[in-house]
């Protein structure tokens, strides 16, 4: 089945150090997404890639990076830069050209904490 | 400025009863998009539908309907006959279309059903 993996489903970082989170999608879509979600709030953009090579900051990009070698992946690296990384992250894709316009689809989301 | 407002941060409503969920969203495109997401308790946001801003026909699937008018500024979600299965969080969002691959989530209504 066509769908979006984002992994691991929880994951704990350390004071100080860098974690990535996993996002696969195999829907051939050409757009991705980032999200972070605090409890009591929507969501909000951290990154978005349109196509392969290229991405875009978001309204929270500091602290994050992101990379997109291959379509079907949109690594997200929580870096030691983020003072507050406790939120559950979503991972979306989307049908190309105008993705103002189109329905994202999302994963599973990953749980990030702080030991 | 809070672009998309959901006023209702929780609902508990007794199985079969309808429920009204409401979205208020503020643009100044003429050209946009409004969008509703389910978030059962796994976390994964399920795209429920997508309304233009020039078509304000009212849509009804199944026991969903959705109520948009422009001159409000509104874009109301009802489930008729709730079910326990409804019970999740409910997200309205909205994308400009200058603004492309930004998409503005409201802070969401926590649906419980009681049996």
């Known amino acids: 089945d066509g769908g979006i993996t984002q992994s691991p489903k929880y994951l704990f970082r350390k004071e100080g150090q860098n974690v990535t989170l996993s996002c696969e999608q195999n829907?051939?879509?050409?757009?991705m997404y980032w999200y972070r979600q605090d409890p009591g709030q929507g969501l909000r953009l951290i990154y978005y890639s349109q196509i392969v090579n290229d991405f875009q900051k978001g309204d929270i990009a500091e602290g994050y990076s992101v990379s997109r070698e291959k379509k079907e992946s949109f690594p997200l690296t929580v870096t030691s830069a983020q003072k507050n990384p406790t939120a559950f992250y979503l991972c979306a894709s989307s049908i190309g050209g105008t993705p103002s316009s189109q329905p994202q689809h999302f994963g599973d989301g990953t749980r990030l904490s702080i030991l | 400025a809070q672009k998309v407002t959901q006023a209702q941060t929780e609902i508990s409503v007794v199985e079969k009863e309808d429920v009204t969920l409401d979205c208020v969203y503020e643009t100044r495109d003429t050209t946009y998009y409004l969008f509703w997401y389910k978030q059962p308790p796994s976390g994964e946001l399920v795209f429920l539908i997508r309304r233009n801003s020039f078509d304000e026909q009212n849509e009804i699937s199944g026991r969903y309907s959705w109520n948009f008018q422009k001159s409000t500024s509104s874009f109301n979600f009802t489930i008729t006959a709730s079910q326990v299965v409804d019970s999740a969080v409910y997200f309205c969002?909205?994308?400009?279309?200058?603004?492309?691959?930004?998409?503005?989530f409201g802070t969401g209504t926590r649906l419980t059903v009681i049996p």
């Open positions: 969002a909205l994308s400009e279309a200058l603004l492309r691959n930004n998409l503005f």
């Open positions: 829907l051939n879509h050409d757009a």
